[in-house]
Structures are given as C-alpha cells and as structure tokens.
C-alpha cells in the first residue's frame, strides 16, 4: 500500500461543493434575515455575523486540506485533554451571557466573547472516533463501556456543571448515534431506556415546583403563557403570521415580540419575513446536510472517519430539531442555536469547522493505493 501526496489544489479539487454550497446558502438565508431585522436589533448584528461566515468559511478550507488521520492518530489524547482545560476554565472564569449558564469566556481587550463547549463538540467527535475505533472489536465488552462512558461522562458532566443542559443533550446524542452507528448492541439501548422510564417519577419528585413547571412550559407553552411559555408561544406566532411566502426583506412585526429572536430563535423571523416556503428552504439545506455526511460515513464503513462523519450529522440533527421544536413551541426552552442560522460567532465557527471536518474525510479518503508485489 502506497500513499499519495496530494497537493492542496488537488484537496480543494475534491471537496464536497454540494456541502459547501449547503452550508454557504444557509448563512446566506441567515445574513439576509438578519439585515431584514437590522433596524431592531442594529446593523452590527449583521457585519458580526458577516464576518463570522468569512472566518468559518476560511477555518473550513484550512481544516479540509489538513490530514485527519494524521492528527487524529498522533494527537488524540492531547485533543482530549484540551477539551477538559477548556471547559474546566471556562468553569472558573466563565460568565453568565444572561441565561443563567457560565459557558461564556470574554477574550481580554476585546469586545468578544466565545462559548468553548462549541468548539468541543468538534474536539469530542474526533476523540471520541478514535476510542471507539479502538474497542471495536470488543465494543459490547462492559469494560469498553466503562471507557467510553468515562470519555463522554467526563466531557458531559463538565458542560451540566456550567448549567447548558442544552449543549450537554447534544452531546449525549452525539455520543448515541456514535455507539449506535459502532455496533453497540441495541439491548444496551432498550437497557438504559427501560432505567430512564423507571428513574423518571423518581427524579420528578425531587425536582422543585418551578423546575417542574418550567418543564411542563416546554411541551405545552400555554400552562404558562405570560412567564416560562411566552417565548415559545410568540415565536409560533411569528411564524404563523409569515403564511406561505413571508411578510417580506422589511416586513413582519410579530417576531419583535420574541426575546433574543436573532439568536435562539432566528428560525421565528425566516418564518415570518419568507414564510413556509423560507423555512422548508433552510430545512432542505440542513437535511442535505445530513444525507451527505451520511452518505460520506457508509463510504468510510470500518473507519473512524465513519464515527466522524455520524458524529457532524449528529449535531445537526439534534440542533435543528430542538431549535426548530422550540421555535414551534413543541419542545423546551434549552438555548440550542440553528447550524448556520443562529446569530453569534462560536455558533457560525463551530459549525464550520464541522464541515471542515466531514470535507477533510472527503479530500483525503482516496490517499490510498494498492498496487500488486512484483514477483
């Protein structure tokens, strides 16, 4: 077996452009509904958000020429180990960004902060796909378990410690996919749902009445419509106002109602100003998103790159579902952003880093050659 060495024109050559194109249309969706609102929330939101796509597009290029395999191989450990300093600082200097979560480091001198459980989502899917490419062969081994569960746990309990249950139920469903995709046995799923349901009356009568409440607020807004549900309830609002085609580029008046609409809740004001016919754009955007990582993870099968690659469409998922859940006011309030659509820098980064990741599998996956011995 033989190793090419390609050239960075050659990577670029091989890059997924249905991918890019994905992700590049998406902020592209973001950007214009952002200037739409711009006279609500100011024009800066829209030049941060600007050069947010610039950079990530940048960090994309840069990540997908780079060898996966080659820091994957030689630098795993010290990735994880970056994870853990990351998120342990963050616990010790963090701040509130008002949401009652310290997952937030303000960069001294300048007026930027950024939230590192983001860029450790990108960190853990690749760990985590080394480690499970490592017990593969003993992956329903109870000791391979203990291991891995040490590795998520670590990572998961660090992130519950700075209160984002929303980041720490993404990453448990990145952990999941990843286990289920790795030939997990599925009574170890049946196993941990059966202790879930058994636990849940258990662990609801030691939460308190509010933390009940707000939990009831989030399957069904209208218990408390004036407190724990009004986000909820307004962001559907703007939506249904938006009918088919939207109220317009400068239109629409019910998303103002909604607080911090341009950050957890943009979807709301792509379905007010395009209506349904803008929002099944963005939703056809990201569920390419996911086909194509997909896709790319069978043609990787006995890989970590596969792990990876399940890993990036498991983000996906999981953010685009609870984001757009709660916009519609069918799921809890958890502070989850929209891939490619929420207004903030780690988000916009975050995300195309994971892109850069699943383009890097794709520009190097043909490296190998087999060539027959001479005689």
Not at 31 to 46: E, N, P, Q
Not at 217 to 227: H, I, L, R, V, Y
Not at 257 to 269: L, N
Request: net charge positive; with cysteine.
């Amino acid at each position: 077996m033989k190793v090419f060495s390609i050239t960075w024109y050659e990577k670029l050559r091989k890059l997924d452009y249905i991918v890019l194109f994905s992700a590049v249309a998406l902020t592209f969706v973001s950007l214009i509904t952002l200037a739409g609102a711009a006279h609500d929330y100011g024009a800066r939101i829209f030049y941060v958000q600007l050069v947010a796509t610039v950079l990530g597009v940048f960090m994309m290029t840069i990540i997908s020429t780079i060898d996966y395999e080659e820091i994957t191989e030689r630098f795993s450990p010290f990735i994880f180990g970056f994870c853990v300093f990351l998120l342990v600082l963050t616990l010790v200097v963090g701040e509130d960004n008002g949401s009652g979560n310290r997952n937030w480091i303000n960069i001294p001198g300048f007026p930027v902060s950024i939230q590192p459980s983001e860029f450790v989502k990108v960190m853990y899917i690749i760990t985590f796909s080394k480690h499970l490419h490592t017990l593969r062969d003993k992956i329903n081994h109870p000791k391979s378990l203990i291991r891995l569960g040490i590795h998520a746990g670590v990572i998961i309990g660090l992130v519950l410690l700075q209160g984002d249950l929303g980041s720490a139920l993404v990453f448990m469903f990145i952990t999941a996919a990843m286990l289920l995709c790795s030939g997990l046995s599925l009574w170890y799923f049946l196993g941990a749902g059966v202790a879930v349901v058994a636990a849940a009356p258990l662990l609801w009568k030691i939460l308190k009445p509010y933390q009940q409440a707000r939990i009831l607020a989030g399957f069904w807004p209208e218990t408390d419509p004036q407190d724990k549900g009004f986000q909820a309830l307004m962001s559907r609002n703007a939506i249904t106002a938006g009918g088919f085609w939207g109220t317009g580029f400068s239109g629409g008046t019910e998303y103002q109602k909604v607080p911090f609409a341009h950050t957890d809740f943009i979807f709301a004001i792509t379905g007010e100003k395009f209506g349904f016919f803008g929002a099944l754009i963005v939703i056809v955007l990201l569920c390419t998103l996911v086909v194509r990582a997909m896709v790319l993870a069978y043609k990787m099968n006995g890989s970590y790159a596969s792990y990876m690659c399940v890993g990036v469409a498991a983000v996906i998922i999981a953010q685009s579902l609870e984001n757009i859940g709660m916009c519609l006011a069918k799921l809890p309030v958890v502070g989850i952003t929209l891939p490619f659509m929420s207004y903030g820098g780690s988000s916009m980064l975050a995300s195309f880093c994971l892109i850069g990741v699943v383009q890097s599998i794709n520009a190097h996956r043909d490296k190998y050659f087999f060539e027959r011995q001479k005689s």
